[in-house]
């Protein structure tokens, strides 16, 4: 799983780093990325376009893992960036990131957020209904900036790992319906602004998406849309994102495609259906999250307390869980693990990995060969870089997690760990009452 190696210790080693080293320094649970990882990912989605000669920019989709550092990783890959709120917004522009290369989601953008975006000036907003358009062309009429944007459309395909569905009309509440008027209506009101100027078309069809045939049929269609646009009102997009949703291989039993198949099979569809039409060849845009930063993270924990249930399960609780990683009790999500103090050890003893949160559904892992486990031991989790840290809360005033990033044998903190302090700071102080009080 992602880059990781054993040294001669027998200690898994992340971006040339001793996973052992690592946990003793920052403490556990730890979240380490393997920038390296994520470097190597940017730089094959962005060759895959230049090789092909097509114009393109890959935006990271900042929501599976945000903060000022990761940003600032993003900006020197030369990615654009996709944020969905003023909070993501805000934390890009505090990083450095060029305004210019973001682009702005979101299903209900609050008039607040749309006025942020003008005034840093980000490259586009992505416009997602009605509403947000009265408020788009509010905001431009006072802006002295011209603003760029992108028509979000729902095509009625929706993608899940290898099933997709097509329906006419997709129940999402995301994004204009592309095929009863919604998005026309859509082109036809931005049009009516004229310091608004009209990209294109976005769309996003899901996420952990492991073939590319949903995604050629999201192209053509919204091409399809574009060239009736062109047939009809003489107006031609530049634009088409196709969003994000490319897989990783989180267990054995999924088998992604790499980022270069995803691409060229899309810019195939592409160029297809666009020469068919004689449509001018778009830009093409993409959203990575979890491609870029999945398999980059891997969650250290330490092993602490063991339960049998006779003839059922063994348990292993871990001193983290749902609070930094959701995704197994929100989704059913799979993950696998080792030991990384004992990597070369034979790992053949099953375990139901717990967390350590009030709540029985805290597993992280049903079923996870490892050594037999000894207190102390350093438990790996793999592929835990997008949606983990991103969606951690302080369930139980558990104090989330230090994040630190690693590269060439070299680390250096990303997000330091919360303290208790941290965890009453927004806290109003009780009311003390004095005893001659009420
Ligand atoms: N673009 C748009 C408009 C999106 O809504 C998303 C993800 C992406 C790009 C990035 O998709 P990715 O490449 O990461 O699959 N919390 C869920 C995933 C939610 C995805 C939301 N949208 C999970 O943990 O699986």
Redesign the pocket.
């Known amino acids: 799983y992602g880059a990781q190696t054993v040294n001669n210790k027998g200690h898994l080693e992340i971006g040339g780093m001793d996973s052992v080293l690592l946990a003793d320094t920052y403490g556990t649970p730890l979240i380490v990325y393997d920038t390296g990882l994520f470097r190597s990912r940017a730089r094959a989605f962005k060759r895959t376009f230049s090789d092909e000669g097509v114009p393109a920019q890959v935006?990271y989709?900042s929501?599976?893992f945000s903060c000022m550092a990761i940003y600032r990783l993003a900006e020197e890959e030369g990615l654009s960036l996709?944020v969905?709120s003023g909070g993501e917004l805000y934390t890009a522009i505090r990083a450095g990131f060029p305004a210019e290369r973001i682009h702005f989601?979101g299903n209900n953008k609050s008039e607040e957020e749309l006025r942020m975006a003008f005034e840093e000036g980000v490259g586009c907003i992505?416009a997602d209904n009605f509403l947000e358009i009265s408020m788009i062309g509010r905001l431009a009429r006072g802006s002295s900036r011209r603003m760029d944007v992108l028509i979000?459309v729902t095509p009625g395909i929706e993608a899940h790992t290898h099933d997709y569905i097509t329906t006419g009309q997709e129940d999402s509440k995301?994004g204009f319906d592309l095929n009863n008027g919604q998005a026309d209506e859509a082109l036809r009101r931005l049009s009516e602004i004229p310091e608004i100027r009209v990209l294109g078309l976005?769309c996003?069809i899901?996420?952990?998406?492991f073939d590319t045939e949903a995604f050629g049929l999201a192209a053509e269609s919204l091409i399809g849309k574009m060239d009736s646009w062109r047939r009809e009102r003489g107006f031609v997009c530049s634009v088409l994102n196709l969003?994000?949703?490319?897989?990783i291989r989180y267990t054995e039993e999924d088998h992604p495609l790499e980022p270069e198949e995803y691409v060229k099979s899309m810019i195939r569809t592409v160029k297809r259906t666009t020469e068919e039409a004689s449509y001018p060849l778009p830009e093409i845009w993409i959203?990575?999250?979890?491609?870029?930063v999945?398999d980059a993270g891997t969650t250290l924990y330490r092993a602490g307390s063991e339960k049998t249930v006779p003839g059922v399960r063994h348990y292993l609780a871990v001193d983290g869980g749902m609070s930094d990683n959701?995704?197994p009790a929100?989704?059913g999500?799979r993950y696998s693990a080792a030991l990384a103090n004992r990597m070369d050890e034979p790992h053949d003893a099953r375990y139901t990995i717990a967390g350590k949160c009030c709540e029985s559904g805290d597993k992280l892992i049903e079923e996870a060969l490892l050594p037999g486990v000894r207190e102390g031991d350093l438990v790996a989790v793999f592929c835990t870089g997008?949606?983990?840290y991103?969606?951690a809360s302080n369930y139980n005033r558990l104090p989330r997690p230090a994040v630190v990033f690693v590269e060439n044998g070299e680390h250096r903190l990303a997000i330091r760990r919360e303290t208790y302090e941290d965890l009453v700071r927004l806290d109003a102080e009780p009311a003390t009452v004095g005893k001659e009080g009420i």
């Open positions: 935006a989709a929501k599976a996709d969905v989601h992505v979000r995301f976005h996003h899901g996420s952990q998406i969003g994000g949703g490319f897989g959203e990575p999250g979890r491609s870029l999945g959701i995704r929100l989704y999500a997008a949606y983990g991103a969606m």
